[in-house]
């Protein structure tokens, strides 16, 4: 299986994604290129914003490379462990 899932037309390594948004973005900036978007959360402080479809795509494809362990469906606590 791919380690990747794609998020705003990128490729992007699962074991680069630290969380993933439960809510859609809004901050209420007129000139907001993400507003209605779900944040994806990467390493150094990066993000990539994806659609719901993207998000949800991205949470599956999370379960399955973690092999389904700890799988939380409703909130998916993907914190980082150290
Ligand atoms: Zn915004």
Redesign the pocket.
Known sequence: MSIFCVIDEKHIPLYRVMWIASLP?????ED????GRYEIRLEQGESVWGTGDERDAALAALERWQGGLGSNEEDGEWEADT
């Open positions: 973005h809004f901050c209420g900036e907001c290129q993400c507003e």
